[in-house]
Antibody, heavy 120, light 109 residues
Framework: QVQLVQSGAEVKKPGASVKVSCKAS????????VHWVRQAPGQGLEWMGW????????KYAKKFQGRAAMTRDKAFRTVYMELRRLTSDDTAIYYC?????????????WGQGTTVIVSS | QSALTQPASVSGSPGQSITMSCTGT?????????VSWYQQHPDKAPKLMIY???NRPSGVSNRFSGSKSGNTASLTISGLQVEDEAIYFC??????????FGTGTKVSV
């Protein structure tokens, strides 16, 4: 079964960093870019960026440039999203989702989401 | 990149058809044909319903259809069912190789 499995919920203090993982199940890992999307409580979806697991190249939304870092470990079929200098505005559910740009630009499989709470 | 504009809510009765809009700019919807639509039920991850403007993934009902004209994309749900009640988000790839989501439309049945 194709799925993305994310790490568990996190509680962080303002100013700290958080690193969320997203492990891919049995599909050609390097064929699919992995995107990160977050959703603040009661709010809409916000695109953060993508990583190409093949070459490791990344693209970030301007809002997260310099504060977010997406990496991957091909051997473990896992991608990571680290967000630094957290504030209460970063309290949200963080989702990873895959896209195969050779086939389409839709995010066809999503992780279950990781809740990140930033509170002093 | 500003969020795409969607109506806050749309409602309809079972069996009816509804259409919701998603308005962007020439840097996203108007300039590139990679619009997607996602359905999100409460406390669930989003689900892809339409990709690349008008294509349905395997397993998605043919009651869902998408289109685009200029800077505006649309999602139509025909034969509305109770289980269609959810929030729908549009999304577009952009000419800057980024993505942008819409503000979301709550569908009430």
């Amino acid at each position: 079964q194709v799925q993305l499995v994310q790490s568990g919920a996190e509680v962080k203090k303002p100013g700290a960093s958080v690193k969320v993982s997203c492990k891919a199940s049995t599909y050609p890992f390097t064929d699919y870019f992995v995107h990160w999307v977050r959703q603040a409580p009661g709010q809409g979806l916000e695109w953060m960026g993508w990583i190409n697991p093949n070459g490791g190249d990344t693209k970030y939304a301007k809002k997260f440039q310099g504060r977010a870092a997406m990496t991957r470990d091909k051997a473990f079929r896992t991608v990571y999203m680290e967000l630094r200098r957290l504030t209460s505005d970063d309290t949200a559910i963080y989702y990873c989702a895959r896209v195969n740009p050779a086939a389409s630009y839709g995010m066809d499989v999503w992780g279950q989401g990781t809740t990140v709470i930033v509170s002093s | 990149q500003s969020a795409l504009t969607q109506p806050a809510s749309v409602s309809g009765s079972p069996g009816q058809s509804i259409t919701m809009s998603c308005t962007g700019t020439s840097s996203d919807i108007g300039g590139i044909s990679y619009v997607s639509w996602y359905q999100q039920h409460p406390d669930k991850a989003p689900k892809l319903m339409i990709y690349d403007v008008s294509n349905r993934p395997s397993g998605v009902s043919n009651r869902f259809s998408g289109s685009k004209s200029g800077n505006t994309a649309s999602l139509t749900i025909s034969g509305l069912q109770v289980e269609d009640e959810a929030i729908y988000f549009c999304s577009s790839y952009t000419t800057s190789s980024t993505y942008v989501f819409g503000t979301g439309t709550k569908v009430s049945v």
